[in-house]
């Protein structure tokens, strides 16, 4: 499974700005996928998962939620992050990643995935 991240770049605080993560070698469906984030000089952190077999289970990092939306189209084999209200914190490399543990997204803040991303800059800035 290879997965590539799009659609990042600079934005005005307040702003919008929406992340995609494309797979490919493999199907999405059977995968949990998580987004991350790493600020300069900060460990990387979780921002939101979304389960596999329809995406029934949604997490978010509280400093996202209800500014952040995650979702995942299958047939497309591609999974969003929609980010309004944008904060100059929200400025990180982001990215995406899969694992094919049923329930990782319990724990996708501490159990490690199996594949990632290559990362997309958000720079959110006035």
């Known amino acids: 499974l290879q997965l590539v991240e799009s659609g990042g770049g600079l934005v005005q605080p307040g702003g919008s700005l929406g992340l995609s993560c494309a797979a490919s070698?493999?199907?999405?469906?059977?995968?949990?996928i998580g987004w991350f984030r790493q600020a300069p000089g900060k460990e990387r952190e979780g921002v939101s998962c979304i389960s596999s077999g329809g995406g029934h289970t949604i997490k978010y990092a509280d400093s996202v939620k209800g500014r952040f939306t995650i979702s995942r189209d299958d047939a497309k084999n591609t999974v969003y992050l929609q980010m309004n209200s944008l904060k100059p914190d929200d400025t990180a490399i982001y990215y995406c990643a899969a694992s094919l543990w049923f329930d990782w997204c319990s724990t996708y803040v501490s159990i490690p995935p199996g594949f990632w991303g290559q990362g997309a800059q958000v720079a959110v800035s006035s």
């Open positions: 070698g493999s199907t999405l469906d059977s995968y949990a």
